[in-house]
């Protein structure tokens, strides 16, 4: 996917959310994933990869350019992306399709009766159709976030950005959101995704990165997984959460 | 066992004091005749409360609107300006903002439409209060909002417009229609400037026919006419609300 990350820095405060992270991801990699413990730093880097915050220091290059600190650039980019989060993606006071609709009218100029067309056809695609007049309320939670995804994909996102979206769920809607996201990957949709999901992350992902501390520790391509690792760290990690 | 005692205290203190007022409401020797001919002057009272409750309600969204677009500017001055002016309607009496609203503002403006200068004054204070409750509205919207809206691109006007707004509205909807009953109710003292509404028509109907009851009591009902309608109807909207949540 092109992803240039030099030095770059996050800082709220006195927590190094992240510290001087270099990375290059390849144009090859079709599926980034974001692994580590709780309070390393994915999330926040997943932030900065979006366009979502700026860097306290330190710059993202996207595709040889860089994404710069200017506000209206940083919207323009995550205007081509698709973002889906842990939770409370949606807007409570719209429906399913109208949450679909709502960036497509706004932000990407569809005429209402366009944007309704691929609304409902993205919500079709996630076995929504019959939920499109709900509210928020009235949706389980794994369809609260297949909705999110219809959104996030509706103006089809040059990559589709993924904060944890099952960690929420039980694990019958966990099974039910991931099967989706397996198919947009074998669809050959760049996606960047974060995740305690390591059988997902195993499988899906083509380069694997493992931050702690606001720290890159290591990363892994292809299928290794991590199997060759010098990081003690790394080891008793994927010991712990492989135990369960 | 407690819970039982204390509501048949409440039940007791209460129905004793409701049928106390009842007896005295029922037992007075009435002479409507002595108000007959100020019926039409009540009439028109209750119909000029109305109008001014209404246009100060109108006006009052205005300036409520101007009030939360100034205290959440991100620039200091208009911030520290609607702070000043929300406090300062905050901090004093109704009575005495209409006293100086009028006898020194309006009159060394030389303007004396006495409906106008009411409506006006009312509005700059129900605005204000307004105002809080719109605030509190736009805070109370999560931050997961904001950050959605971002992530679909919008810009912050749109995430206004869009996604806080039209959910703030809702929230504050039943507050709003509480406050526009306090309207209704607070107007009842622009009789100090002789604006003929309601009140002032009520105490004119008293002075001239030494019926106190007869001129009061409708007075009291006329109130409630419309304001009773208005708190039922907040609190369908509060039960709507809790339950869409
Ligand atoms: N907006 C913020 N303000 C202050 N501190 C923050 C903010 N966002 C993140 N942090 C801090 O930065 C650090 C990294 O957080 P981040 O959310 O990126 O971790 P994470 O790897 O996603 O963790 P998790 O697996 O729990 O989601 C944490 O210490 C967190 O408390
Ligand atoms: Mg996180």
């Known amino acids: 996917m092109s992803i240039e990350l030099r030095n770059i820095s996050k800082h709220y405060g006195e927590t ?38 700026v860097p306290t220091s330190g710059e993202v290059l996207y595709q ?43 932000v990407h100029d569809f005429s209402a009766a ?14 929504l159709q019959a939920h499109a007049e709900k509210m928020p309320a009235q949706l389980s939670g794994g369809q609260q ?31 039910e959101v991931l099967e989706v996201i397996d198919e947009l990957c074998r669809e050959g949709q760049r996606i960047i995704l974060t995740t305690h999901e390591m059988g997902f992350a195993k499988k899906s992902g083509d380069q694997l990165v493992f931050l702690s501390r606001g720290k890159v520790i290591d990363v892994s391509e292809g299928t290794a997984f991590f199997e060759s690792t010098d990081s003690p760290e790394i080891k008793g990690f994927l010991e712990k959460v492989m135990k369960w | 066992m407690a819970k039982s005692v204390f509501s048949t205290a409440v039940c007791l203190v209460l129905g004793t004091t409701y049928c106390f007022v009842l007896w005295i409401v029922l037992s007075h020797d009435y002479d409507w005749e002595a108000i007959q001919p100020y019926w039409k002057n009540l009439l028109s009272g209750w119909w000029m409360t109305i109008l001014v409750s209404a246009a100060a309600l109108l006006l009052s969204i205005l300036v409520a609107a101007l009030l939360t677009a100034g205290q959440m500017s991100a620039h200091r001055p208009p911030r520290l300006l609607s702070r000043v002016f929300v406090e300062f309607v905050r901090g004093t009496p109704l009575l005495v903002q209409i006293l100086l609203g009028y006898y020194l503002v309006a ?44 992530a679909i691109g919008l810009s912050d006007s749109q995430t206004y417009r869009h996604v806080v707004i039209p959910q703030a509205v809702r929230r504050v909807l039943p507050a709003s229609a509480g406050q526009f009953a306090n309207l209704i109710k607070d ?31 409708p007075l009291a009902i006329g109130y409630l006419a419309l304001t009773l309608p208005i708190s039922l109807f907040s609190r369908r909207l509060e039960e709507r609300y809790r339950y869409e949540h």
């Open chain 1, 114 to 127: 366009e944007a309704k067309d691929r609304a409902m056809s993205g919500l079709e695609r996630f076995g």
């Open chain 1, 145 to 175: 976030q297949r909705v999110g995804l219809a959104r996030a994909m509706a103006h089809q996102p040059g990559l589709l950005l993924l904060d944890e979206p099952t960690s929420a769920l039980d694990p019958e809607m966990k099974a």
């Open chain 2, 107 to 150: 009159n060394s403006m030389g303007w004396d439409n006495r409906f106008w200068v009411g409506v006006v004054i009312l509005s700059l204070f129900a605005g204000a209060y307004l105002s809080e409750i719109f605030r509190g509205g736009i805070e109370s919207i999560p931050a997961s909002q904001w950050n959605s809206a971002r």
């Open chain 1, 16 to 53: 190094r959310a992240v510290d001087e992270v270099s990375l290059v991801v390849p144009d090859e990699v079709q599926v980034l994933v974001l692994i580590g413990p709780s309070g390393g730093g994915k999330s926040t880097l997943l932030r900065l990869l979006g366009g979502l915050e």
């Open chain 2, 187 to 217: 107007s009842s003292l622009l009789f100090v400037i002789s604006v003929h509404e309601f009140t002032m028509q009520a105490r004119e109907t008293n002075a001239n026919s030494y019926a106190t009851f007869e001129s009061y009591l």
């Open chain 1, 64 to 106: 040889g350019r860089s994404l710069g600190t200017e506000e209206s650039n940083l919207r323009q980019f995550r205007r081509k992306n698709g973002f889906l989060f842990q939770q409370f993606n949606l807007f409570p006071h719209l429906s399913a399709l109208e949450n679909v609709m709502l960036p497509l009218t706004k």
